[in-house]
């Protein structure tokens, strides 16, 4: 769907590092590197630049209390698999992860609509010829990729 999901919330919970680890990219960096990416690949105009630099910015903050509670969501989930919960505590917890991806996904199409507005049709068109019929986010490839979480989460995709 959105091709910024790279930009995630998360960052600061994984900013410590042990000794040979490098500290994540912030999220401001991450929306540096995809524009870069997308301005080399789409040679977008500088008005374009800054109309993308924004979307990606607002798409992040936006996000980013909701990813905040997925990851929360997720470890919950995780933790009751590990204590061999039962199922109906399995059950709960998976319905609320549900819920919390209802919003995002349409916090990420949201987004994604006002990025293809900026985009002229020829922009539109090789952006979707770099997709395969199973992607969900045009341009996941380039750097700054996928979200935390993987393909389908986070806002900067």
């Given at each position: 769907m ?62 980013a ?41 349409g ?47 986070g806002?900067?995709?």
């Open positions: 959105l091709v910024f999901a790279a930009l995630a919330a998360s960052v600061a919970a994984f900013a410590q590092t042990t000794p040979g680890q490098q500290t994540p990219p912030t999220a401001e960096q991450r929306i540096t590197r995809r524009v870069e990416y997308l301005t080399a690949l789409l040679t977008l105009l500088p008005s374009q630049v800054t109309q993308i630099t924004q979307i990606l910015t607002d798409e992040q903050k936006a996000a209390t909701i990813e905040t509670s997925l990851d929360a969501a997720h470890t919950a989930l995780e933790d009751a698999v590990t204590a061999l919960a039962v199922d109906t505590t399995l059950a709960r917890l998976a319905t609320q992860l549900g819920v919390l991806q209802g919003p995002l996904a916090n990420h199409a949201k987004y994604e609509v006002k990025f293809q507005n900026v985009l002229t049709k020829d922009q539109r068109e090789k952006l979707a010829k770099l997709d395969g019929p199973g992607d969900r986010r045009p341009g996941d490839r380039g750097p700054g990729g996928p979200g935390p979480g993987g393909p389908g989460r806002p900067g995709r």
